[in-house]
């Protein structure tokens, strides 16, 4: 995947996602009830994919295993959701924003032969590449699902559709 294909897709996932939050309350992002967390843990849970995929990235660059392919919805995600406890959903909203920035920059600032080169790591059947890790915007997707779904649910939009 090209380097302007990895922006425009994230691009469009966090496009889609404020799209899907747009109108709810500081109220709505803290009840209970939607997916199996707050809006507000599971947006801190993307979250926590920008910063874990840099992370992840940064060690295959260097040769190393990355560590959350098995990890990331284990310990790693509920201390990153537990430290994140305080903050309001805006603070998450503009971590994300900011989060999102990163993974950009980092995306325009290596090398298009890097995205795809072969660093002899694989994980379940996949090889592991930049671009690889790079690429979850279908993860970003899955939590606007549930938020569309959510809303229909709760009486939310009547009459419009998510994605």
Known sequence: ???????????ESRKELMEAISGLTEADMERKDILDWTLKE???RLLAWD???LEDVNALQKGKNPKHLDEISNHDEEKFVTDRK??????????ID?????????????DELELNKD??????????????????SDHDRDIIK???EWR???????GKKGS
Request: hydrophobic share 35%; proline share 1%; glycine share 4%.
């Open 119 to 136: 660093r002899g790591v694989s994980w379940k059947g996949d090889n592991i590449t930049l671009d690889w890790l790079l690429d979850y």
């Open 152 to 158: 229909m649910k709760k009486g939310y939009d009547e």
């Open 51 to 53: 910063y874990f995929t």
């Open 42 to 44: 599971a947006l801190t």
């Open 1 to 11: 995947m090209s380097k302007e294909e990895l922006i425009k897709n994230l691009k």
């Open 86 to 95: 305080d903050k309001t959903p805006s603070q998450i909203l503009d971590e």
């Open 98 to 110: 900011k989060s999102t920035e990163n993974v950009i920059q980092f995306i325009e600032s290596i």
């Open 146 to 148: 549930e938020i569309w």
